[in-house]
T-cell receptor
Framework: GAGVSQSPSNKVTEKGKDVELRCDPISGHTALYWYRQSLGQGLEFLIYFQGNSAPDKSGLPSDRFSAERTGGSVSTLTIQRTQQEDSAVYLC????????????FGPGTRLTVT | AQTVTQSQPEMSVQEAETVTLSCTYDTSESNYYLFWYKQPPSRQMILVIRQEAYKQQNATENRFSVNFQKAAKSFSLKISDSQLGDTAMYFCAFMKHEAGSYQLTFGKGTKLSVIP
């Protein structure tokens, strides 16, 4: 595709529900990154994928957060038992292998937990 | 750990004027990248300019230029001939320059408004 796409654009969910956020990277980009942007914490790194494997999950804020990537392409970020503090914009980025200094971002998913 | 500080939460500039956004960082690394990203209301982060720390020459991209002072750990962004489309949040970011590095560390951002 022309750029990184994310869906849904906006998601409103009730506290305690599970949500899935999707990221479609640029075709040919083997590296994929998730970030979270919140009012209190600013922009934080969550997780990085190279191909289907995630060598670094240290940025995930709790064990309620998980992410997977299949086929070296689409990635899903899952938040279980959502809490109000999970409300944020979740940004996905991708890059070619070895070119993490050229990360292209998607438009993000705004998650609101009520 | 690296930290990035943007001390100006909000700024405004008249259309066609020049504005400078400030950024300082703290690191013990000797080689790294510094970035300025723009985030308009559409939310999509767009890379404005990138600087490699080992390069002494300041990076320039059209109306955007940086003043990189490695010893002072300062990395400011100058926007010349400001345009209405420059209205956005601007984030300064840091990344280590080594094999396997991938994590961007961002500042809190500066909200820039260009006034017609």
């Amino acid at each position: 595709g022309a750029g990184v796409s994310q869906s849904p654009s906006n998601k409103v969910t009730e506290k305690g529900k599970d949500v899935e956020l999707r990221c479609d990277p640029i075709s040919g980009h083997t590296a994929l990154y998730w970030y979270r942007q919140s009012l209190g914490q600013g922009l934080e790194f969550l997780i990085y994928f190279q191909g289907n494997s995630a060598p670094d999950k240290s940025g995930l804020p709790s064990d309620r957060f998980s992410a997977e990537r299949t086929g070296g392409s689409v990635s899903t970020l899952t938040i279980q038992r959502t809490q109000q503090e999970d409300s944020a914009v979740y940004l996905c980025a991708s890059s070619r292998a070895g070119r993490s200094y050229e990360q292209y971002f998607g438009p993000g998913t705004r998650l609101t937990v009520t | 750990a690296q930290t990035v500080t943007q001390s100006q939460p909000e700024m405004s500039v008249q259309e066609a004027e020049t504005v400078t956004l400030s950024c300082t960082y703290d690191t013990s690394e000797s080689n790294y990248y510094l970035f300025w990203y723009k985030q308009p209301p559409s939310r999509q982060m767009i890379l404005v300019i990138r600087q490699e720390a080992y390069k002494q020459q300041n990076a320039t991209e059209n109306r955007f230029s940086v003043n990189f002072q490695k010893a002072a750990k300062s990395f400011s962004l100058k926007i010349s001939d400001s345009q209405l489309g420059d209205t956005a949040m601007y984030f300064c970011a840091f990344m280590k320059h080594e094999a396997g590095s991938y994590q961007l560390t961002f500042g809190k951002g500066t909200k820039l408004s260009v006034i017609p």
